[in-house]
Each structure stands twice: as C-alpha cells, then as structure tokens.
C-alpha cells in the first residue's frame, strides 16, 4: 500500500548540472526500490564540487508530497539547491546574508526548487500545510527542509 499523498515517483531537473531524472522510487507496497535513492542523491549531490551525500529520505517523500499536493502531473522539480557542501555553503554565505550558517543543505535534510507553470506562493503554502519541516518563501524559489516545522 502506497503511502498516503505520495507518487512514489519523482521527476527533477537539476538547474546546475542539466541532469534530469524520472525515477520510480517507491514500490507498491510503499518500500525503496533498490538503488532508487542513489540515483536520486545523484541528481541532490553538490554541483560546486560533485560532492554527494545520502539526503534524508524524508525530504524525497516531502518534496513528492507537495508536487502531488498541486496536482503538477509530469511537470519536474526543478532542483536549485540540494546537499551543499562545507566550502559552497562558506561561498554562499560571502555573496549572502540570506545563507544560514547551518543550513539543513549541510546534513542533506534541505532542497531549494521550483515547479515550472506552478506559482512559487502556491508551492510555499503546499509546504506549510503539510507542516513536515522548514519553508521559506524567496523570490525565484521555495526552500523546503525536514528539520523542525518552522515557516519564513
């Protein structure tokens, strides 16, 4: 049985790399498919310097969550941020007061992405309402984490 408001699929663009990936992630019964998630912390790695952690799997079913929330269809996440690594986030932070020092990107718990024909206020208030970790609104994409639920 799948899981509730979840697909179990997950198409992204990665915005930095031009990689694309629709992948079947979930199995019928709601379970992993093999090798599934690292092809999808492939796509999440840090396109600075290549750099890929394993994400928290619990930011997949989020982002899979609110993409079915907004009935997007076939429309790809298009991925501007997903693990960063130390020396990019440092980076960040130089060229942005806007860039935690902690970020959630750190610890692969964290995603910056935006849906093609979907309105970014639409997409902030799919993820407040789900309240399954952090929101923040910003102007040309939504971050979305699965730290403690808080909303910016």
């Known amino acids: 049985m799948r ?5 179990g699929v997950l198409c992204v ?4 790399t ?4 629709r992948i079947r ?3 019928d019964q709601g379970n992993w498919i093999a090798g599934a998630r690292e092809k999808l912390d492939q796509i999440f790695r840090c396109h600075y310097n290549g750099t890929v952690k394993p ?4 930011l997949y079913l989020l982002i899979d969550r609110i993409h079915t929330r907004l009935g997007a269809g076939r429309r790809p996440v298009q991925l ?17 007061s806007g860039v935690a020092k902690n970020s959630y990107h750190l610890k692969a718990m964290a995603a910056d992405i935006h849906i093609s024909g979907i309105n970014d206020r639409r997409l902030y208030q799919a993820a407040r309402e789900i309240k399954a970790g952090g929101a923040g ?16």
Not at 140 to 151: K, L, N, Q, S
């Open 18 to 21: 031009g990689e694309s990936l």
């Open 3 to 7: 899981r509730r408001g979840i697909s």
């Open 13 to 16: 663009h990665n915005i930095h």
């Open 55 to 58: 994400i928290e799997p619990s």
């Open 25 to 27: 992630y979930l199995d």
């Open 80 to 96: 501007i941020s997903g693990y960063r690594s130390p020396e990019y986030n440092r980076l960040l932070r130089s060229r942005s």
């Open 137 to 152: 609104s910003y102007s040309e994409f939504v971050h979305v984490d699965v730290g403690p639920v808080r909303f910016w």
